[in-house]
């Protein structure tokens, strides 16, 4: 069972993801808004994947992403785009982010590259 | 109301809550007629509305927010005229009212069919509009970065599956059509095969800064040449097993075919650069600006109801206890002790889960600013609505049912109580109009009033209309003035001779009574011809538990809540007298109060109220009735379980209740036995 | 020997919810029927507090486990006369548009099923009197057994 951390601003977001993701071998154990939740969390729970929105308040998920691999250099970060949004995921994946997903996504696609990572 | 999926029901609570402080930040913004602090924060929640609707295949609603999510992204930089602030502000309303549309047919389980058409034309032309002439904001990405793989720890080292010597490999992926980005999704192919391998070489190879390769990519395919120890089954099943790769092909390179691969790839001297990673790139933050900081968690509201019945269950079986038969006449000091802690405790937990089915009027209140601001151009009248009280709490279900007769008063205060503005300035009267709407908790009441200081109501005119209908047949000095304006929620009733688009259609004011008599409460009107008019609504904050005084009419027990009860007594009958209509009567303190025998009153046989009984005086609106009965039974709290649509309604009984002993009870309503 | 509760719950486990299941009831010699689809619970007799000013048919309401429901005679609606309550009478408690009421009968008998086709409409006549609470009159085994219309029975008159 994968631990997965979920960040995303969105309350929508978040819970569809989680049941996307529920009884496919993952186990959500944690969700955060912005930034600096997510790296709280990230240091107390220490997930096996997290699923990283990109714009969010008080710190995004670019920065939030840094500071994760940072802390944990083997970190597996996926960001979740809206279409259109090149210069930002192009940043993330050259910054360490492991993959990508777009918005609008399936509960196949997202199955597939969580699997893959 | 139908039930969606919970992936709908999650989208619309959500993108419902971003509207309303969407709307809020907008109104913010006109009134200050500057948009600058607001900017950020209606970015992210334009950001948020299209993301998730794009998840839920809404293309419409998702589109018109990507509009103004780019137009919001280019306001920083540029500098707006009061002029375009204004139009800027006026296509948000419009976005927000269409979302609210959408979200109406989508919420009643129809789809959302509105074109955004119209709208995304409008919002693309003024964007234009502004954007020529503007100092592109993006600098030049450099030229240094290409075949740019930010360092990690297994850079230079590669999965040995085996101690073999590494193979070389050709792959030619494709992507999926739906893949988007490839050209990103390309890097991140190529970024994760360094795990695995080793002088990987790629083309196109200016993926990351040049957008034109995604085209190349889709056409052609990606080419990456790469060395691992994996075999070539295990490369295959990797590229299988990766998302959005829609065909790949994986090729063993011999040695001697290795080089001319490479030459024909690009003519490139340099393989794999690794380059510090700069520091991280700078991202547009968007930050909150006073978005309210409260903790909350949102709550199903079936589970605040189960909660709510629960906790009257509980003070019912409390009742159950402390009033058994089986402890009648015994002398039990601990017993009462212990019970009356019980008491207290369930008292504040009654306290605490009413109070969370309260909501403040706030909302409600902010929608009735925007339909004041809406009619202020349609009218053609400057209006200012002044809000006091907008903390008060009432319950969610008067919050839900509360919001359409609001609106139909202030809409017609506005439509006919506010003069335009030549007569208010010939009147003495400030050019503004103004309407107050104010709240406040009096008593066991939620009492909203809506003040206007146009041309108040015109008695006359009332009087003969109703006149006219058959409605009134006293002359008009009889009446009070409470009586004649109670006519205009009348159906059918309107004095306006021309019926405007918005009210005066004669069908409103008398919904709007219905609306509130459903919630329990009462509507009362003043008003003074040429100062201004004034509604006042009255609503019983809900009380399911009541306070009660079970009295005994032969066999059947009544409850009546001790508020009202004012004092009891044993009066002789010879006492009681009749007046002229044989209405009987009992004299206290020098003072007749008119006595109703419950029995008689509601047909109640085997009572012995000739001989002996009890009456209690009951008091509602400083008037006093005296009732009389068998005997006091006791003093209860009790649940109020409203009755049933199969029993009809009788005038005096607002409900029922049970007792401790599971009894069931009727709850008498003081104002049903009232003589005026 | 079976008491009434135990009857009783034979009827309710016997209770799923195909189409066509009737619960037979009797007043007086005759035997009726009511599609179990809207049936929400049965139960012996009890105490009936009474409500005024109501139309006749509508005897009071019931406690059943913490809910008020109303209780209505059915003899008074089928115009008959009046008998005592005793150990074998029961309330059908039906659900109809979200409201629950209590139907008064003599006592239950079981669950048949009676296919469509061995349902005749009930005679045009008279639609005014007794009738309107008729849906049609069943057939099974050998008995006749009277479809009352639930609706009309707890709607007002």
Redesign the interface.
């Known amino acids: 069972m994968k631990r997965l951390l979920i960040v995303d601003?969105?309350?929508?977001?978040r819970?569809?993801l989680k049941?996307m993701l529920r009884n496919q071998g993952f186990e959500v154990v944690g969700e955060a808004q912005n930034g600096i939740e997510a790296i709280r969390q990230y240091k107390s729970l220490k997930p096996d994947i997290v699923t990283m929105d990109?714009?969010?308040?008080?710190?995004?998920g670019?920065?939030a992403l840094?500071e994760i691999l940072k802390m944990d250099?083997?970190a597996k970060v996926v960001m979740i785009t809206?279409?259109g949004d090149?210069?930002?995921?192009?940043?993330a994946?050259?910054?360490?982010a492991?993959?990508?997903i777009?918005?609008?996504?399936t509960e196949e696609?997202v199955i597939?590259?969580m699997?893959?990572i | 109301m139908s039930t969606h999926d919970p992936m709908m029901e999650m989208y619309l609570f959500e993108t419902n809550q971003l509207l309303n402080r969407l709307e809020q930040l907008c109104m913010d913004a006109e009134r200050k007629q500057d948009i600058s602090e607001e900017i950020p924060e209606i970015f992210r929640i334009m950001h948020t509305i299209k993301g998730n609707s794009m998840m839920m295949l809404l293309e419409d609603i998702g589109k018109v927010a990507h509009r103004i999510e780019d137009l919001f992204d280019k306001l920083d930089d540029i500098s707006l005229s009061s002029a375009a602030i204004e139009t800027i502000i006026d296509y948000n309303f419009e976005a927000i009212d269409f979302f609210k549309r959408e979200m109406n047919k989508l919420e009643l389980g129809g789809k959302a069919d509105g074109s955004s058409f119209d709208l995304v034309q409008k919002i693309e032309a003024f964007l234009e509009s502004i954007s020529n002439g503007e100092k592109p904001m993006v600098p030049p990405v450099s030229s240094d970065q290409k075949y740019f793989i930010p360092p990690s720890d297994n850079q230079t080292s590669f999965i040995a599956s085996e101690q073999a010597t590494p193979d070389a490999y050709f792959a030619r992926l494709f992507f999926d059509d739906d893949a988007q980005m490839e050209n990103v999704r390309a890097f991140t192919i190529v970024h994760n095969l360094k795990d695995k391998a080793e002088d990987i070489v790629y083309f196109p190879e200016d993926i990351v800064e040049n957008e034109g390769s995604i085209d190349k990519i889709k056409e052609d395919g990606f080419f990456i040449l790469f060395k691992t120890s994996e075999s070539q089954e295990e490369i295959h099943q990797y590229f299988s097993n990766l998302a959005y790769i829609n065909n790949q092909e994986v090729n063993l390179i011999e040695d001697q075919d290795y080089d001319s691969i490479l030459q024909d790839l690009k003519p490139k001297e340099e393989v794999v650069q690794a380059e510090p990673v700069a520091s991280p790139p700078k991202v547009e933050e968007v930050s909150t600006v006073g978005a309210s900081k409260q903790n909350f968690i949102s709550v199903d509201v079936q589970r605040v109801d189960q909660l709510m019945d629960l906790v009257g269950e509980l003070v019912v079986a409390e009742s159950m206890v402390v009033n058994n038969p089986d402890l009648l006449g015994l002398k039990l000091n601990n017993f009462d002790k212990a019970s009356r802690q019980l008491r207290l405790v369930i008292n504040e937990l009654q306290d605490i889960i009413m109070s969370v089915r309260m909501v403040p009027l706030s909302m409600t209140f902010q929608k009735m600013s925007r339909i004041v601001r809406d009619m202020k151009k349609k009218v053609n009248k400057p209006v200012e609505l002044e809000l006091v009280g907008e903390e008060t709490e009432v319950d969610k279900n008067v919050i839900e049912k509360i919001g359409d007769p609001l609106m139909h008063i202030i809409r017609n205060a506005m439509d006919h109580g506010i003069e335009d503005p030549a007569s208010r300035l010939e009147a003495g009267k400030d050019e503004v109009g103004k309407i107050t709407l104010s709240a406040s908790h009096v008593g066991g009441d939620v009492v909203i009033s809506i003040k206007d200081d146009g041309k108040g109501l015109d008695k006359e005119r009332i009087y003969d209309k109703a006149f006219e209908k058959g409605l009134i047949t006293k002359p008009m000095d009889a009446c009070s003035d409470q009586e004649i304006y109670q006519m205009i929620m009348n159906a059918g009733f309107s004095t306006k001779v021309e019926v405007t688009e918005f009210s005066g259609r004669g069908v409103g004011m008398d919904v709007v009574a219905k609306n509130i008599e459903s919630l329990g409460g009462a509507i009362q009107i003043n008003s003074e011809k040429g100062v201004g008019s004034e509604i006042t609504i009255l609503i019983p904050l809900t009380l399911a538990i009541v306070d009660g005084m079970m009295i005994r009419v032969a066999d059947t027990i009544f409850t009546l809540p001790i508020m009202s009860v004012k004092e009891s007594f044993i009066v002789s009958q010879d006492e009681v007298i009749s007046n002229s209509d044989g209405q009987e009567m009992v004299m206290i303190r020098g003072t007749c109060y008119p006595v109703i025998r419950l029995d008689k009153h509601y047909d109640i046989k085997g009572s012995h109220l000739d001989h002996e009984g009890i009456f209690v005086m009951i008091e509602h609106d400083d008037e006093q009735v005296l009732l009389f009965a068998d005997e006091l039974v006791g003093e209860q709290q009790v649940v109020v379980k409203s009755l049933s649509k199969y029993i009809k309604k009788v005038k005096g009984i607002s409900g029922f209740a049970l007792l401790g002993d599971g009894q069931i009870s009727m709850i008498l309503d003081p104002s049903g036995f009232m003589m005026a | 020997m079976n008491t009434l509760q135990d009857e009783i719950q034979e009827i309710k486990d016997g209770m799923d919810f195909d189409a066509e299941k009737y619960l037979t009831f009797s007043i007086g010699n005759d035997k009726y029927g009511m599609d179990i689809k809207f049936i929400e619970d049965i139960i012996g007799v009890q105490k009936i507090t009474s409500v005024p000013n109501q139309p006749d048919h509508l005897k009071g309401v019931i406690n059943l486990r913490g809910i008020i429901i109303p209780v209505i005679d059915i003899r008074v609606r089928l115009n008959k006369e009046l008998r005592a309550y005793d150990d074998r009478t029961c309330i059908i408690v039906v659900n109809m548009e979200d409201a629950s009421v209590g139907i008064v009968v003599d006592t239950v008998l079981e669950v048949v099923s009676i296919e469509d086709k061995n349902i005749a409409n009930p005679p045009s006549y008279d639609q005014e009197g007794d009738n309107q609470y008729m849906k049609g009159i069943g057939k099974f085994k050998d008995d006749v057994i009277i479809i009352v219309d639930c609706y009309a029975l707890i709607s007002e008159s």
Do not use: C, R, W, Y
Request: charge should be positive.
């Open positions: 601003d969105a309350m929508f977001m819970s569809t049941m990109i714009h969010m308040p008080e710190m995004g670019l920065d840094g250099p083997k809206a279409a090149q210069k930002h995921v192009m940043d994946m050259q910054l360490g492991k993959n990508f777009v918005k609008p996504f696609k597939k590259v699997n893959s």
